[in-house]
């Protein structure tokens, strides 16, 4: 059942195959014109729905109407299994797929599974080489636009801004893409035990197992244990060899995307986290953390032998040489 004839039409489609209206700039078929109208709005960037609260436009009310749940915090759609809330129904059916494990958007390339579509359509930029963004400051090109993964336009604009990209309504993503489900500052899972926040639950979930010590899942290959079992499956690339994400721009492989976004600074040259005590800049968060070290003179790996202090562990394996001896 529908509740829009305009619906029905398109559900029918489905089963037809009948789209007569065509749009001119690029051949994309429609079953009806309304939708054809909208989507020519692509080419020609009209924008006439406004957000009063922050007045980025969209090409669609709905896109507003979602938009504006960033504002308002509004998620009307929860997740029936865990619980998580969703600001766009869309989010919501995408969520959904990790409790079921479908990935109805498989890579004609490759054959790999996706959960949406647009997850696809950038995967499959690693096999096309395309870098349709292109920054307006030195021409260099990207593969993504937004702020999520390697090689996007968003995070490399932070090169020439110096200023940390946003995700909420500062346009960072293109009208259509789902945004976001919060803020990039926003740090909603509170430790209830230290009190420290974070933006994912998971990261959370983590974060507790250092006062708790709990780590129910096991590597079944080394009995390392792990409280996220995403997390797992992560570290089992380790024994498996497997090596996901590939970088662009020198072929190298690498088991986590956050290595392979480390990875891809050597080639750009970015590096993004500036030391506050003395402006010195690093590619990786943790290199700028070990380097601070020097400015606050914490020594976190004491020498279990002599109980000299180190702040670095590398430093700390090197000095235990000095008790056990060279091997």
């Keep these: 059942m529908f509740s829009q004839s305009t619906d029905l039409l398109v559900h029918q489609s489905n089963h037809m195959g009948e789209q007569p209206y065509k749009c001119p700039d690029c051949g994309k078929g429609f079953c009806v014109r309304f939708n054809l109208m909208v989507h020519q709005r692509v080419h020609t960037d009209e924008r006439p729905y406004l957000c009063p609260d922050c007045g980025k436009g969209f090409s669609r009310r709905s896109s507003l109407t979602a938009h504006r749940r960033v504002h308002t915090g509004e998620r009307p759609y929860p997740c029936p299994d865990c619980g998580k809330g969703f600001s766009r129904r869309s989010s919501l059916t995408a969520h959904r797929r990790v409790h079921t494990g479908e990935r109805p958007y498989p890579c004609p390339d490759c054959g790999k599974g996706f959960t949406t579509k647009t997850a696809l359509s950038t995967h499959h930029r690693s096999h096309t080489g395309e870098r349709p963004y292109k920054c307006a400051e030195c021409g ?8 999520r993964q390697h090689s996007n336009l968003a995070q490399h604009a932070w090169v020439h801004s110096g200023e940390r990209p946003s995700l909420d309504h500062g346009g960072s993503l293109m009208d259509g893409m789902a945004p976001p489900e919060r803020h990039a500052a926003e740090r909603p899972y509170r430790c209830l035990d230290c009190g420290r926040t974070f933006s994912r639950s998971t990261d959370l979930l983590a974060h507790q197992s250092n006062h708790t010590g709990e780590q129910p899942y096991k590597c079944p290959v080394c009995g390392k244990g792990f409280c996220v079992r995403f997390n797992l499956m992560v570290h089992r690339r380790v024994h498996t060899g497997e090596r996901p994400y590939t970088c662009p721009d020198c072929g190298k492989g690498f088991s986590q995307n956050s290595s392979l976004t480390a990875h891809q600074r050597v080639h750009t040259g970015e590096r993004p986290y500036p030391c506050p ?18 400015h606050t003179g914490e020594r976190p790996y004491p020498c279990p032998d002599c109980g000299k202090g180190f702040s670095r562990r590398s430093n700390l394996t090197a000095h235990q040489r000095v008790h056990t001896g060279p091997e």
Excluded: M, W
Aim: positive net charge; contains cysteine.
């Design 140 to 147: 260099k090109s990207f593969s993504q636009k937004a702020f």
């Design 277 to 294: 005590d003395c402006g010195k800049r690093f590619s990786r968060s943790s290199h700028l953390k070990s380097h601070r070290r020097v």
